[in-house]
């Protein structure tokens, strides 16, 4: 079923293009055209062995970043088409999402960017950046994949402006220098698509960790009794269907918990909209403020269940100290091809320099992010462990 997209939604005929011009399709619009790049990407196809939350060889029945990323697509797709805007960018922008994050996590994340702190840092959001603008070599006449320029602000600006009050907050390197060329007006707000795959995100992680959570056993029933409103639901199931096993119990469970968000979301967003009075995709730009939302009930709601998870479930130690031995390892590789860039692979050898520079040190940063949670573990075993090296 098509639909007729609101005069606020975003379209390929007003797009403000690509950085190096290409002929049209005369099949695909050009986010189409984005959002298959972005599928065939070999970053996205290193997603598969990526940890969401669990070190991915450890449980293969848990979410790794691919299938997370293919969660929010389709919640994204569902608010935009609910919303009357274009469900290919906004597709586009829940899979490219978590391109730029390293194995191990949010704590791979710290320690590369602990590494990187004397050469700019390391940032998920601005590595994304680099993947789709610099790293995917696929076409002769450019770096990276020639993504629209609505694709490429939605990705570096979901959560909001990057730039205000006139300051940056000391920005990410390639996000500065992308910008230099293809102004991505850091200062205003995405379009709807890019603010609706950002809220798409929460959704999926709220509620698919707390799935993965009960399943593994790190979260009890019992310990939901501090999430009032999840704890209510499911104990509604649960009176529902008498003598329903566990695991159907979560499943009814986390499918009306995400049913509840996205009607929530479409709900209020609508109200917002109205309220607002825009009627074009600049007008949401540049509005002021962010027009995707939940109601301030359910963003309460939000809040507690990202506290809960964040208190019972990222900070518990099975899976902090898995995290932490990884984190540990992108530290012992990150130094020894900083030390010695001769021993990374030829075609990331051939873009390092010298020993310790600022050059070698992004290679190196590039390589080790692009790595999945397998390969790390792996390469450190034969670098470290087999060379009688202490790790």
């Known amino acids: 079923m098509s639909i007729t997209l609101a005069p606020y939604a975003s379209r ?49 029945h848990y979410r790794t970043r691919l ?11 569902a608010l935009a088409r609910s919303l009357r805007v274009d469900e ?46 610099l790293l995917e070599r696929r076409h002769p006449a450019f770096e990276g994949l020639n993504l629209c320029w609505e694709t490429l602000e939605g990705v570096v600006k979901h959560n ?15 996000i500065v220098s992308y910008n230099k060329k293809h102004d991505l007006e850091l200062a205003s707000y995405p379009a709807l698509e890019a603010q609706i795959a950002a809220l798409a995100d929460d959704i999926a992680y709220d509620n698919h960790d707390l799935d993965d959570g009960l399943r593994a056993g790190i979260i009890t029933l019992e310990m939901l009794e501090d999430v009032p409103h999840i704890n209510n639901l499911f104990r509604k199931v649960l009176d529902e269907y008498k003598g329903l096993e566990m695991p159907r119990v979560i499943h009814e469970s986390i499918r009306r918990l995400i049913g509840k968000a996205i ?15 825009v009627s074009s995709a600049d007008d949401i730009r540049y509005f002021g403020a962010a027009i995707a939302s939940f109601s301030p009930a359910l963003a309460g709601d939000e809040g507690k269940i990202k506290s809960f998870l964040f208190k019972n479930m990222y900070l518990h130690p099975a899976v902090l100290n898995e995290a932490a031995v990884g984190a540990e390892q992108l530290c012992d590789l990150f130094r020894l ?15 390092a320099d010298v020993p310790h520079s600022a050059v070698t040190a992004r290679v190196v940063a590039d390589y080790i992010a692009g790595m999945t949670d397998r390969y790390a573990i792996n390469l450190h075993r034969a670098m470290f462990h087999q060379s009688g090296s202490n790790s």
């Not at 299938?67 to 797709?77: D, N, P």
């Open 263 to 277: 009607d929530d979301l479409t709900d209020q967003t609508n109200v917002n909209l109205i309220e607002a009075g």
């Open 67 to 77: 299938t997370h990323s293919l969660e929010v697509a389709q919640i994204a797709r």
């Open 160 to 174: 909001g402006p990057l730039i205000s009050n006139g300051t940056d907050g000391g920005l990410p390197p390639t």
């Open 337 to 351: 091809f900083h030390d010695e860039p001769e021993r990374l692979p030829q075609e990331w050898a051939q873009g």
């Open 88 to 133: 290919d960018l906004t597709e586009a922008l829940a899979l490219a999402h978590d391109l730029g994050h390293p194995p191990f996590g949010h704590v791979g994340e710290e320690a590369l960017n602990k590494c990187m702190k004397e050469f700019g840092g390391f940032d998920h959001n601005d590595q994304t950046l680099r993947i789709l603008t």
């Open 12 to 60: 390929f005929d007003d797009s403000r293009g690509r950085l190096y011009a290409e002929p049209t399709s005369r099949r695909r619009t050009g986010f189409q055209r984005d959002r298959d790049r972005i599928i065939h990407a070999t970053a996205f196809r290193r997603l598969m062995h990526k940890t969401q939350v669990f070190i991915s060889p450890e449980g293969d």
